[in-house]
T-cell receptor
Framework: SQTIHQWPATLVQPVGSPLSLECTVE??????LYWYRQAAGRGLQLLFY??????ISSEVPQNLSASRPQDRQFILSSKKLLLSDSGFYLC???????????????FGNGTRLTVT | AQKITQTQPGMFVQEKEAVTLDCTYD???????LFWYKQPSSGEMIFLIY??????QNATEGRYSLNFQKARKSANLVISASQLGDSAMYFC????????????FGQGTRLTINP
């Protein structure tokens, strides 16, 4: 069966420090990969998605970047964190084959980031 | 324009009662999928149920069912015989189009089940 791992679970970082969040998927090949952010009490905002190694689509201009160095690895980064980067970050995957719009996204457990 | 609209920020229901969570959507694409997720206080996103735009029957999964009214562009989630463990945030979401890479979420409804 497929599993998705996301770490760390919580992170407290000072303003101006770098960020690296990692997500890996097991049990599947060529997945679509996603990074979402959720502000407190709000819905999920899509930040980035990737349909293959090195292929990144950005949804929202921001202080963050994403990379996909391997097929099942997705990394969210920042060179200098802002206070507004605080939030709950969720990684997700979905199959790339078959009828795409029929497939749910499967989420990791999330990383709660607090920028101080 | 909002693709997914959930008009109920919060709902309070007595245990064992049925509850309906509203969701309306906006798309001009004939091919789309509608999804409901549950987010407990721990933060994980749990996939509950799916409805495809070409499905003739309403989707059901255990105590969850989807009241799909295509002409009205609504896909309401019905939870029968609610339990205390159903207390959580609930999100409606949509993927549209044959190459639908993105899943777009509504703002969510916070459901509280009272004993």
């Amino acid at each position: 069966s497929q599993t998705i791992h996301q770490w760390p679970a919580t992170l407290v970082q000072p303003v101006g420090s770098p960020l690296s969040l990692e997500c890996t998927v097991e049990g599947t090949s060529n997945p679509n990969l996603y990074w979402y952010r959720q502000a407190a009490g709000r819905g999920l905002q899509l930040l980035f998605y990737s349909v293959g190694i090195g292929q990144i689509s950005s949804e929202v201009p921001q202080n963050l970047s994403a990379s996909r160095p391997q097929d099942r690895q997705f990394i969210l980064s920042s060179k200098k964190l802002l206070l507004s980067d605080s939030g709950f970050y969720l990684c997700a995957w979905s199959p790339r084959t078959g009828v795409i719009y029929n497939s749910p996204l499967h989420f990791g457990n999330g990383t709660r980031l607090t920028v101080t | 324009a909002q693709k997914i609209t959930q008009t109920q920020p919060g709902m309070f229901v007595q245990e064992k009662e049925a509850v309906t969570l509203d969701c309306t959507y906006d798309t001009s694409d004939p091919s789309y999928g509608l999804f409901w997720y549950k987010q407990p206080s721990s933060g994980e996103m749990i996939f509950l149920i799916y409805q495809g735009s070409y499905d003739q029957q309403n989707a059901t999964e255990g105590r969850y069912s989807l009241n799909f009214q295509k002409a009205r562009k609504s896909a309401n989630l019905v939870i029968s015989a609610s339990q205390l463990g159903d207390s959580a945030m609930y999100f409606c979401a949509m993927r549209e189009g044959q190459g639908a890479q993105k899943l777009v979420f509504g703002q969510g409804t916070r459901l509280t089940i009272n004993p």
